[in-house]
Structures are given as structure tokens and as C-alpha cells.
């Protein structure tokens, strides 16, 4: 138990975070969610559950209500907790249950839950409820836009620009700054970043990261901006305002 798995690729993507313990129905949602376009994190305990949320937020949470270690109405008791502490934005939670009781429904939304889907289920209507999800209090601009420092990056249109200064970047350099600041003020570890951005099967050059990593910031310090990509020596990057330079 306590895998975890990432599949973000290119980060423009709607990332969803599926929890669930049974492997044919964790790979037939992960599998149909890919080909739907969207990035996939898998996590088959609770503890990993809330392992992947501690380092960093998806755009939607599919949620199975029995799994070991700490069951789902708990993990989303965690969630929303963590949320009314911090006055973090809610995390759309859709949980799965194989219990079609009343009470047992109650129980889910009453822990955090926005919406209820009963095993088994047809994978359309999933979809279906992931798609209105997502929709939910976000605007398109919201949606779309990053935004950290003096920094914007569009997903939709794919610009980046800093300050009031267009940043022309490479495809792989856009993706690896989106999932930067998918992730602002944590670090990111080289393998992280390398199975993210290139996937886990990827078998060029050993320093291909640190030279995306350098052309990116030449980019983005161009008109000798401060750095905001730190070297955080033996362990990765991180997307973080500092003096050094």
C-alpha cells in the first residue's frame, strides 16, 4: 500500500488526483481520464492520499470512500479542515462508494464531498461529473492564467510574460515553468521534474533538466529580473522570490 504515481506531462493539463485502492478500477479511470486529456496522479491508501495533497494541490479529487490506512471520509475531513484553517480555495472532491444508502451518502457530502458516485458506474457519467466539477466556481481566466511575483503564464494561449516584458520560451521550457508554478514555494526534486516534464522512461542526456533549468531562467531574467527559480542543492528546484542570484 502507500503508492503513489504521477503522470503530469504536459502541465497545461487539468490535473485530477484519483484515491482507490481496487487496481482495475484505479486503471480504468486513470486510463480513460488520460485519453480524456486530463494528467493523472494515482494514490491506493489514504496516508498516500494525503501525501500527494501535501505536495500540491490537483484541480479535482476523486475520492474512494473505503481504503486502508485512513479511509476516505477522513481524508476529506482533512482536506476541508486544512482548507477552513489556511482560507484555501475548496478542492472540488468527488467520492466513490459502493454503498448506495441514504445514510451512507449523507455521510460523504457531510465529510467534504461536492458530489456522489455509486460503484458501479458507467465512465460517461463520470466524466460527466468531473466536467461540471471543474466548472464550478472558476472563471475562464481563473482557469486559465498562473500568476506568481511579477510573473503570468496563459495556459490557453501559452505566453508567458514577466513584468510588462513578453517571455518567449520552447514548448518543454513552458511546461517545466507551468508546473513550477503549480507548485510556487515548494520544492521540487530533479526526479520530480524529470518524470513530470520528460516521463519516467526518458533515457537522454543525464543533464538535460539543469540545462532547461538554466535556458529558462536566462529567459526569464532577460532584462536582469530577480531570480525566482532557486537551486535548492541536492534535492531540486524551487519556484520562490529571493535575493540570490
Known sequence: MGQQSSSIGATGRRRILVVEDEPAIAGF??????????????????????????????DLLILDVMLPGIDGLEVARRVRSVENESDRAPLPILMLTARDAVPDRIAGLDAGADDYLVKPFDFDELLARVRALLRRGQSPRAARCSRYADLELDLTARTVVRGSRPVTLTAREFDLLALFMRHPNHVLTRRQLMDRIWGDDYFGDSNVLEVFVANLRRALEAAAEPRLIQTVRGVGYVLRESAER
Not at 45 to 56: K, Y
Open 29 to 58: 479511470v486513470r486510463r480513460g481520464l488520460v485519453f480524456e486529456g486530463y494528467a493523472v496522479d494515482m494514490a491506493d491508501d489514504g496516508p498516500a492520499a494525503l501525501a500527494c495533497l501535501r505536495e500540491g494541490q490537483p
